[in-house]
């Protein structure tokens, strides 16, 4: 019997990572990371998570989802947060189908509940991430309505020797004070493509610095 259901974070974290560990091995294997021990490093910090989306509206959507169940077992996967203020932006992520089930129009269903989940609480944009040549995925996701506005190459240097950094003539490194924050934002605006920001508009809110924060910058 196969049951769609809304992911529960305490109940459902060991099936995330066993799943997550499987589905994505070609990926893990390329990049070399160890999803395992990054997923599990989440378990040591449930009880805090758990508590922030209790009591905190920004941390409420952390990890919202969807999971499909065969025989109590999760076998396919979508999980989905809330991104800066009011709710409007959502990232879209873990999507995951056991290659045993995969062609069977779960993760389709995952991701369409997932999408209508974000709509109920007004969101205006919902954002994924897919490898340009996975084509089934990228082809599902065109297909629900979701359109490529933006690439991110990602690169790894193996056996890195000893390198000396140098500073970067006519620039300084120090520390950021906490109330330049807005020259973060204009920056981000200036970098931004007005067709990202059509979809991922730079807001003021998300980089103000609360006081207790201090961050380097390159100035």
Known sequence: MTTIRPFDLRRDLDGMVDLIEVAFAEDEARSGENFR???QSMKRLLP???????TSPDFKHMMDGFVCEVQGKIVALVNLSAQGAKNRRWWIGNVATHPDYRGKGLARQLVTRAVEHAKALAAEACVLEVRSDNAPAYNLYRSLGFVHYDSITQ???????EVQVLPFEGYRMRWMKIGEWPARYRLALRATPAEVQAFLPVNEVDFRVPPLCVCSILW
């Open 48 to 54: 805090l998570i758990l508590f922030l989306k209790r």
């Open 155 to 161: 690169l790894k240097l193996e056996n890195l020797s």
């Open 37 to 39: 021990a990054e997923l």
